[in-house]
């Protein structure tokens, strides 16, 4: 599920203005792009000032600490039924905190650079680490209870309903440590990774790229490298890199320290290796995503090699350089699609596969729920944010009127839908892992896509549309894969002492050229590439989610293409459950298995047949 940072707006709290000049939008766009909406954030708070918000920190507050004083030291002792109440008033409180700490997290995500905006969203931090330190004892006791008492109470059926809760905060319970030694890492993380985690995103922020003349942001810079015109993608590509170039100290020195710090407290709690508590959270097996990852970087040769091998030859060139990579297949600028054309196009798409799909979905745009103009200062890329099961999502896009815009708003979406219909399993238990985060949002993308593809007639822009889905299947597969396999050698080589930019840029070169291929040449200011990428810094390992959640849909959506009976029946149960199932009660309706190695497979062929599709034309 995609990753909110801590976010906010120059404009307040209670919403933004439309967009209705060109701000951050492509050259011409802005007519065809106007009226893009804003969120309204005022469901949660109505700003920063409100006496809303300082009422509920006070009142989370006292909780808190009256909570730690009736409960403390008696879990392991009271029945079943009394430990289920503590629970219930520990969920109760927690999600008064996610509440604050999700509007301070959306509210500097729609302005970054905003200083003030950047002083509250850490104020909030501050303040909510402090009041949960008075939680963090009730989750680390649950763990001292050995598993026979635990059994015992899990007869009354008040406990019972808590099962899927307990079973994941168990999966830890070999890595915990001491009381105080939990106190300290959890209240010194604002001034840790946190902290190193805000300077890397305001940094980001405040770069500007000079391109055609003006200064740009790196967002922009970064889509102006999908231009038709090879000259213009060269020009933003150096540009780019002589930005990130004159930074990679620092972006060094941030994934340097970050990778010593989890270093440092994976060795105390004995994680067996780098990936290890990344797994756990995402409640999946370790050779689960070796299987994956092996699958992954076997498949380079027949997927991402032989893909790109034919677009150089598209396109005519004996080689591509790394600017070529999202290069269009056509010298003609794309057509901007209006905002209300792509609300169209993915609602027709979701309402087709399932009218109750549609419904939830409908919410999102007939209400402020969605903020969509690239506007400067604005976090980059795409999430959707969960907040609590009590309020609603909230989805950020940087909508510039492409295809992959639409097919962006079609994979926020589904995000969107999923938070909302598992948010009745409550705040304990609604959120899922990674690895399944990403179920409904490229299904949803996969749904539009499909339903785009059959709706053109015209075989060249058919074929142009197959294409684009190719490469954004192999940026969200191959590409990941090669991000996780970049990370996992930066933080094995890391514990052996500080890596030079230089070396990371090996590193980074090195995974690159394994999963593009040979028909890439790579410049040396590729070298610092790497550094945009946010995940590295905010979720360590969070990139192979995506390639599982992509493969899963491909062999989901096969199923479903069968004609399996009941299917939608079956998802829309799925997406229900939020976190109280693993992957294998999950998939197990529609007789898929993570587990069996020819699974992975079955997401692949389906990239595989796209490009024997393309080598037909």
Known sequence: MSKAYFSAPQAGATGLPPVHGGAGLPAGGASALAGLPRWDLSDLYDGPDSPQLAIDLDQADADAQAFSRAWQGRLASVPGGDLAQAIAEYQRIDEVLGRAGSYAQLLFAANTSDSGVARFAQSVNERLTAISTHLLFFTL?????????????????????????????????????SDEVEAVLHEKSVTGAAAWNRLFDETMAGLRVRVGGEDTTLGNALDTMSSPDRKVREHAAHAIGDELGRNVKLFSLITNTLAKDK???????????????????????????????????????????????????????????YWDRNAPLTTQDEPLIPWAEATQQVMAAYEGFDPRIGTVARQFFDHAWIDA???????????????????????????????????????????????????????????????????????????????????????????????????????????????????????????????LPARIGEIWRQTQVESLGPAFNFTPDYDVYWTYVPHFIHSPFYVYAYAFGDCLVNALYGVFRSGHPGFQDKYLDMLKAGGTKRHRELLAPFGLDAADPGFWQKGLDVIAGFIDELERV
Not at 154 to 175: E, G, I, K, Q, T
Not at 473 to 479: D, Q, S
């Open 373 to 499: 103009p690239p506007v400067p200062g604005k976090a980059s890329g795409a999430f959707a944010h969960p907040t609590v099961p009590s309020v609603h999502p909230y989805l950020l896009l940087n909508y510039r009127g492409r295809t992959r815009d639409v097919m962006t708003l079609a994979h926020e979406l589904g995000h969107g839908v999923h938070q909302v219909l598992a948010g009745k399993q409550g705040y304990l238990m609604s959120s899922t892992p990674l690895t399944l985060a990403e179920t409904a949002s490229v299904f949803g993308e996969m749904l539009t896509f499909r339903a785009l593809l059959d709706a053109q007639a015209d075989p060249q822009r058919r074929r142009l549309m197959l294409a684009a889905k190719v490469e954004d299947m192999l940026n969200t597969v191959v590409r990941q894969i090669a991000f996780y396999r970049f990370e996992m050698l930066v933080h094995e080589e890391r514990r052996q002492g500080e890596l």
């Open 141 to 177: 006791e649950i763990n001292r209870i050995d598993d026979d008492g635990l059994a015992a109470q899990m007869s009354d059926p008040a406990l019972a309903h808590w099962a899927p809760f307990l079973r994941d905060l168990r999966v830890f319970r070999p890595y915990q440590l």
């Open 263 to 321: 270093a440092i407290v994976d060795g105390l709690r004995h994680y067996p290796r780098p990936t290890s508590a990344r797994n756990c959270a995402n409640m999946v097996e370790d050779e689960v995503v070796d299987a994956l990852v092996q699958a992954v970087t076997e498949a380079y040769p027949r997927l991402s090699h032989r893909y790109y091998a034919l677009k150089a030859k598209w396109l005519g060139l004996e080689k591509l350089e």
